[in-house]
């Protein structure tokens, strides 16, 4: 079945920095990725996702880029700020939510 | 829409006791999860359903049923409460067509004495 890495584990950085967050997986099916934010005490929330048919796609200051041939894909957050501290988890699955993995998880902390 | 809804929001067990956590959505969403979360860790899957009548053992399935008679609803059945059981327990449900995004219910906070 899959299996998804994410590194770090626990990631600070100060405010207005850049923070990377990697994922690798293991299932050369998948074709979903999605990356979930977490804040304490409440549900995790979807903040952007990418198909294995786009290399790259961004929202304002998040953006997610795939490589499907290293079985690889990234978080990326520009400019942060102190409401982006949580714990990201990233995940994998085939076309239609099947097999859905989720990543350990990545505890940021944005420094003020 | 309502979304995912879980109840109870948190819960004391006993050990021993016994206790159904209920999920329902109303997205019409064909694929249901239940989760567990302990403190600062991540979500290991218990159970998945792809469908009313369809259910599936994840990551860790021991000491939990389920079932699926509905497409709305899918409760989650722990048996003989256990210390090991204590956790915050999220339902999901997703989409088996289009954006394949799973929701989160609220989650229900359960200890175990």
């Known amino acids: 079945g899959e299996n998804v890495e994410q590194h770090p584990s626990t990631l600070s950085v100060q405010e207005g920095d850049s923070a990377v967050i990697k994922c690798t997986y293991s299932?050369?099916?998948?074709?979903?990725f999605p990356w979930y934010k977490q804040e304490l005490g409440k549900r995790p929330q979807l903040i952007i996702d990418?198909?294995?048919?786009?290399g790259e796609k961004k929202d304002q200051r998040i953006a997610v880029t795939l490589n499907k041939t290293a079985k690889h894909f990234s978080l990326h957050i520009t400019e942060t700020q102190p409401e982006d501290s949580a714990v990201y988890f990233c995940?994998?699955?085939?076309?239609?939510?099947?097999?859905?993995?989720f990543g350990p998880g990545t505890r940021l902390s944005v420094l003020p | 829409n309502a979304g995912v809804t879980q109840t109870p929001k948190f819960r004391i067990l006993k050990i021993g006791q016994s206790m159904t956590l209920q999920c329902t959505q109303d997205?019409?969403?064909?694929?249901m999860y239940w989760y567990r979360q302990d403190p600062g860790m991540g979500l290991k899957l218990i159970y998945y359903?792809?469908?009313?009548?369809?259910?599936d053992k994840g990551e860790v399935p021991n000491g939990y049923n389920v079932s699926r008679s509905t497409t709305e609803d899918f409760p989650l059945r722990l048996e003989l409460a256990a210390p090991s059981q204590t956790s915050v327990y999220f339902c999901?449900?997703?989409?088996?067509?289009?954006?394949?995004?799973?929701?989160f219910g609220p989650g229900t906070r359960l200890t175990v004495l």
């Open positions: 299932d050369s099916a998948s074709n979903y």
């Open positions: 997205m019409n969403h064909n694929y």
């Open positions: 999901a449900s997703s989409s088996a067509s289009g954006r394949n995004e799973q929701f």
């Open positions: 359903s792809v469908g009313a009548g369809i259910t």
């Open positions: 995940a994998a699955s085939g076309d239609y939510g099947q097999n859905f993995v």
């Open positions: 990418i198909r294995s048919n786009v």
